[in-house]
């Protein structure tokens, strides 16, 4: 597919500097971009990367004078060049092929399932009784739905993912391959000199617009649900544990590990591997740097760093500076033991007192 670069333009609503009628195939990054492709640039800094840049079109921050780029591209300008990247891209990009509806000869789907208008089931996948699949539901091949599962419409299961008894999840999400959503909690308790089973008797529950990632696994509740808010954005290889409640738009990266009954709220963003343990609540529009370990309450609005344990940024900072001179502190207090230990032992020579 084709457009202008006057078309991509509008398209975005950005303002034009340059060639309006250049054909454009192709959004790519500045360092492959070709005659036919549009790039962009988030940072204004590195303007001198398009020197050598041979896309035709860049998209760029409003906020900067057009003048700092090279003249042998048009410039768009916008509010969010990345955000604007996006857009042009999903359109010169043609749409995924989407599955055929009809339930495919080696799946087994049980004659108790309700599927709605649409549905398609892919290869040897497996939809058990008391399923519900919404309209336009898509279950790619070697996913198992279990029994009394509820799925939204045009949600789609990707292979090899397996989804609990009694999961319920809404409309328009996406499950990527191996997931785990629904499955027992990891409790237990001594009794006798041996861990016994707590049985798990709950279910989870994802709202609308939400994205599992590959082998990522949700745990269902001991009772109740474990929930997923309306629009949150789960990497891949995620840990979510039982009882947990995940707020709305929320955006956990991988390797992150959520111990039971913790809590999250509205457009919170958990970086890699952050560690969260049980029955801690976090605040809505808290942001946790990488690698963070979270063991109390953070309430919100904030920005959190790395930190163990987390810390707000600006201690998180102040620490930091600290523990790269702890060398240098060390052997500053060795050489004042020393000093005070030669004062003390020679009593002819009077203590000094600073100031």
């Known amino acids: 597919m084709a457009m202008t670069v006057g078309a991509l333009a509008r398209m975005v609503a950005g303002k034009l500097h340059g060639e309006a009628d250049h054909q454009i195939i ?10 036919q492709s549009i790039t962009f640039l ?14 035709s079109a860049v998209l760029v921050g409003n906020a900067v004078p057009v003048a700092i780029y090279p003249s042998h591209l048009a410039v768009i300008a916008v ?18 092929a989407k599955p055929k509806p009809g339930v495919h000869p080696s799946a087994v789907v ?16 497996i939809v058990e009784g008391g399923v519900e699949l919404g309209d336009q539901v898509v279950i ?12 939204g419409a045009r949600t789609e299961i990707h292979s090899h993912a397996v989804i609990y008894p009694r999961t319920q999840i809404g409309e328009r999400c996406i499950v990527y391959a191996g997931a785990i959503i629904g499955r027992d909690g990891f409790g237990y308790r001594m009794i006798d000199g041996a861990h016994k089973k707590i049985p798990q008797l709950g279910a989870v529950r994802l ?15 001991t009772f109740g649900w474990t929930t997923v808010g309306d629009g949150t954005k789960i990497d891949n290889q995620v840990m979510i544990g039982h009882n947990c409640s995940i707020g709305r738009h929320n955006i956990i990266v991988a390797h992150v590990g959520i111990s039971g009954s913790s809590k999250t709220g509205d457009y919170t963003v958990l970086a890699g591997k952050v560690g969260v ?37 600006h201690q998180a900072r102040r620490v930091g500076i600290i523990v790269t001179q702890l060398p240098e ?10 000093r005070l230990g030669a004062v003390s032992d020679d009593e002819s020579e009077p203590v000094r007192r600073a100031g």
Do not use: W
């Not at 988030?42 to 896309?55: G, I, N």
């Not at 049980?110 to 996948?125: C, I, N, T, Y």
């Not at 609308?208 to 509740?221: L, P, Q, S």
């Open 26 to 35: 192709e959004a790519a990054p500045i360092e492959t971009a070709g005659p």
């Open 42 to 55: 988030a940072d204004p800094k590195k303007a001198s990367q398009l020197t050598a840049c041979k896309a």
């Open 79 to 96: 509010h969010d060049p990345l955000g604007a990247m996006c857009v042009i891209a999903e359109s010169l990009s043609p749409p995924p």
């Open 110 to 125: 049980d004659p108790s399932a309700l599927l709605g208008e649409g549905v398609s089931v892919g290869p040897f996948a």
């Open 140 to 151: 790619q091949g070697h996913a198992v739905v279990r029994e009394g599962a509820k799925i």
């Open 207 to 221: 709202g609308n617009d939400v994205e599992i990632g590959a082998n990522t696994t949700i745990d269902c509740a």
């Open 277 to 313: 343990a049980d029955h801690v609540t976090i605040g809505s529009q808290v942001m946790v740097g990488a690698g963070s370990r979270v063991h109390a309450d953070l309430p919100g609005p904030a920005k959190y760093m790395a930190g163990i344990p987390c810390m707000p940024e």
């Open 329 to 338: 502190l060390r052997n500053r207090v060795r050489a004042l033991e020393k």
